[in-house]
């Protein structure tokens, strides 16, 4: 094989890759900053088994999606409506929406509070200009270059990560210790675990990329190539992005007293220090206002997609209903600047609830993947053990999250604590309701597309 061809090859595979580096960008955002920042510093390296877990679950929840896209060539939605009936898909486009949109607020608040914390200008004015930047750019399709920008900031800070990983007193053996499956006492301890998870395997990632692929104009023919961008993008780019954030923060800021809920952008940027000494909580803000940006590109486009194709409008702005969908999602995303208390723990919180939707999402792949009518080659026995293995670990993380949840329960003074268990106990019954579904129908064949 000459050099020529071989450069020649990998030069077209560079430039046909792109749908699973969307789902990166979004998974590495700064609420899954803030959740790696939040469990090195509170539990040392007890939780690295769950960041490398997200890593390896994340890449396969993409394959998943991948090869759904790819089989059906179109979105989630319009299979779900089409081989389940229109109540799963309302379902669907529910738990979509309720977890993109909680997250928009929070990451807007994100974007305009350090925003403030650069310019000195209110945070609700930012929240305000920012919105309007992005229903503009977004509607008119300009957003392109500042995403280009905000990942070059991102991608300096994780190159900072890594390289103060090289300088940090890295502990090996309690690193090691750290690969041992369990979740530190506490509804804290419960609840950054799931927030660690929820940034890889979480909802809109599982729904948005069957879009993605199917946009880039893949086929099934394309598996190959799309198992590959899944692999270097959220295995190889956003396990070393996730390890790198955990292991400096787990061995620079991890001590006595540390409380998850009292952790600020100042406070996490100690962990450069090592490194880049004063400029440490600049270079961190940067990345975070650039985490922020890139995401909150990202996350608008999820609730007007799952929408429009459930509403059979265009998923393009060149469809003016789309377009106002996606214009008033950016622009209702103003209300998070609004938002009190600090945003570290509130991003936190918004993967943790992402992963209680995400069960869910799951089941409907596996499901949709095993159905003859729907795709031309149906999942094997080792594509179904692992998906049936993913299920079991978000639904047990979500749900130990869920069960601290319960036990502080206080429906009168903490509504949001309120909203995160009503929201598991409707999405852990549509599960099981379709998962009954599923064994009723490979038990006694019950036809795929009935019980509109």
Known sequence: MSTRFTAGRIGRLRGSLG?????????????TMASLVTAGASFGYALLWVVVLSAIAGAFTQYLSARLGLGTGEGIV??????LGERWAWVLVCDGVLAAGLAQLVIMKTLADVSETVTGIDARVWGVCWAVVLAIGLAGGGY??????????VSGIVLAFLASLLVVPIDPSAAVGGLVPRIPAGVDGALVAAGVLGGAVHVTLVTMHTYTVCARGWTDDDRDLATTDVLASMLVAFGAYSLAIFLVTASVLRGPGIDPSSLTATSAAQALGPLVGPAAEWLFLLGLWGAAVSTLGGNT????????DKLGYGTTIDDRRYRALLAGTALASAAGAFL????????????AFGLVGTPFALVVVLYLLNDPGAVPETSGTVVNGGGLALVAVTAITAGAFVREQVVTFDPVGDP???FVVAFAVVMSGATLLLLARFVRRAIIGEPTASGR
């Open 144 to 153: 392109r270059l500042a995403e280009i920008g905000a990942k070059v900031l």
């Open 78 to 83: 319009a299979s779900v409506e089409k081989r």
């Open 340 to 351: 009190g208390g600090a945003f570290f723990p509130l991003l936190v919180l918004v993967l």
């Open 301 to 308: 486009i999820v609730p007007p997609y799952l929408l429009a």
């Open 19 to 31: 749908p699973a580096w969307l789902a990166g960008a979004i998974a590495a955002g700064p609420a």
């Open 416 to 418: 949001v604590g309120a």
